[in-house]
């Protein structure tokens, strides 16, 4: 399975790479985590070009990481400099550096070209992530804890421009029998797709009403943001029956903001970073466990179902699939996706032949 | 691998198929089952052709099952009768309906051409089952626990028109070394194979012994009549020096039937049904309990030895094989079998042209 | 891979075969040893030719083993001298037998030509192992226990003749920050390549000085004699500085030797006999228990570090890898291995021709 390689992609949660090695597979590649002593991130590709013992079993010393075999030396943009045993560093004796860059409580690599490695390309369209963290917060940020899925990541990506599941798979929490029959919304809005839905004068759904135990029908909406082919933000809250629907309208309602990060792990697994923004309660941690709680159920939920289909596409069994209107933010989706790996793989065969990096 | 598909397989005991999605794979292929309201077993495919998730993660509701991601809904024919957010019926949306008998306590499916299913040709040789369901019972009828077996059906199969094993593999319980160089005979008697050996005046073996405590020696008998490929039935038991051995005479003495029902999950995984029934002691709870954990304990002891010759079938290390004596009944079924799979493949092939079914 | 097959493994040690059966693959063949009642060791394919039943599965009688499927028996040598049910010996009925030797404690197969099996290509580089056994011993023996190694046996014999690594990989226990720049001799010796080094005037290494308590420097040196492609003995220790570096001068200091035999499983996992003999300590059996502590916890280190490469060389990522100066005992070595497997496929085409062996 091919992948989009000229982008960032988060490899962890900041506080999880220190002056430990972390060892983390993205895009089949295994990578080795560190922080030098500055605190700056470092990702290395995790084998010593020696005998190919994963550098992760080796031991930080300063900036540097010491294999655990042989004690081979490489520096944080990956150079050799230091082979005992022998006075000269052998030629051509490095490991393949991974731009790095920190943002938004994440460590993000770049798996490719790095000559096109752009912090400006970072993703950046969820302001209130900047406002949680400011002096006067109006947003609550909650981050989940690191989830694996068993599918590819796509099958996510799928699923955060699919309002329609929510009546099935999240009964519980998220859906109500009320959107099931509305139809979906779809749009092209500058890089990202959106996908939305409004469900008017229904009651809250079971999530909306355990925290604002609202008194009779709402409006609802699902705003489903995707930034092909990893990053998704849902946009999702109540307010009463014939609100304001703008953006400035839902800010004055209950509105919370759910932020996906795919990584892929293998083509058939998948690092699933997640967090929650919410402009209600701000202060109230016990509010805030019970909500990361019942979040975490409902991708739990998320998690099964993706993870079963994952599992029965490798024996489909179905010769002809069949297409429902509902499928409309997934088409865009794949067509996007599908769009961007064709114009990457164009690009770096021009690419290679520019700057001649090697092929993997 | 092939199987014969049109025949009846056992799919589950009648107690294990509720209101409630029973997934389960048969003939490699992934099934679910499930009972109407009305009582009535029903066996789809378990993909959902929207996007193949397993329609056994989804719901029944009243007689339809709706998909646990997006609720596409289907009858017990496979009929999609509900597509949510639209208002048409997708055409082609349908799942594969197996034709499906209750019959003898346990659920079977017709994995073949729906057209030729015929409940005529349910198994239907062993009236003691009947007696045993009935107001005045002459026998008494144990039902075993489904028995989880890693090896191919036929080494099931074989092993039950194999009396020789007996003395070697069940020296516990149903062997006896007085058994161990008397001749096999084997013989066709419509379509069964019946394979079967007389120890006379010898002493009881220890299943037998149990429950007989007999004084002195026995004479014994064994016969395993065997419905290729995949039902078996096993007479044995014991009687006097000199007894009778007709059926009638054999009905006299301390006889018993174990009936086995093999179903290929995979070419390397089988589901194993069986059953007891006897005509000693027929109100006995306490001696029943003790008969099925022996009967039980002699079976896995099968299980241990025909799991291991699978595995080593898979790297035999063994370029030419020996035939021996007592293999008379495994050529015969095999030879059974490849007929049977050989005439319904040319079957398959006219009747694809004749009815149009696409190959899976 | 190729596996030298005409030289003598390790199979087990001597106290692992006895009357039960005992199954343990080898250079990827099912093999199945026991004891006659005389107690001589017998190898035997694991395998009955009936049905491919592991003899292992089955029952010894007496010097012969019987089958647990249908009682074939056979005599060491793998001849059938009964087959139930029948008068006759199933022409060709007979299962490999393997040449078999016991010898230091440990029993031995010859997986290759049996007719050019010989005792006295035994391995015999190490009369300290029979002088620990003798009336007056100078060497204490201590047996470690059989490891498990999920790595290709050359990886573990790489490492044997790898002074290098200790400094790194030990650092706990062998190594010592003095050794890492000394450079390492390496030569041929009849059959063996030796490859040595001698850290001089410097701290003994952990292990060391915690049975030699020196009160200050020493000379130390690691003689690691390999005995391609599955053998080696490590010499080391340590003496004043300024020591008499010969044999006798070694005898004379505080001095370990380390045996290590290697035996494929498969071609990605090993079998590893090791022991340890010391000439100081003799009669004290906390020391020794401490001592095989302290060296099954370094080759634990070793095992975690092969396993790792082992893991890794499936996926290496790495295009050209790096060579080194500490690389000359591995170089030699792969040489010597390569050389002998070629000069043996050579021999064997000719042998089969010869003596009319079929190709497994």
Redesign the interface.
Known sequence: MAFLRNTWYVAAWSGEVGRQCLARKILG??IMLYRTAAGQPVAL?D?C??????LS??SIEGDTI???????TFDSAGR?IR????ERI?P??SVRAYPVAEHMGMVWIWPGDPALADRSKLFDQLPQWADARGPKPQWALLEGPLTYVNANYLLLSENLVDP??V???HKRSLGSPAM?????DASQQGDALLVSRWTPNAPASPILQRYGKWAGNVDRWQYYWMYPPHIAVVDFGAGPPGMDRSDAGRDAAMRLFTAHFMTPETATTTFYFWFVLRNFAIGDPVLGNDLIEQVTMTFMEDK??LE??EE??A????????????DVGSVRLRKAVDRMIAEEEAQQVSGRQRIGI?S?
């Open positions: 590649e295994p590709l084998r070009p020696h005998r190919l013992l994963p079993k080796g010491e294999c655990g075999y042989h004690g081979l050799c082979a005992p045993g022998q052998p051509g004796a329609a599941h009546v099935y798979v099931a029959n509305i139809p979906i099964a179902i079963a289909i029965a596409e024996e489909p069994f179905v010769s002809s699939r069949v297409k429902l209107a509902v090697a993997t």
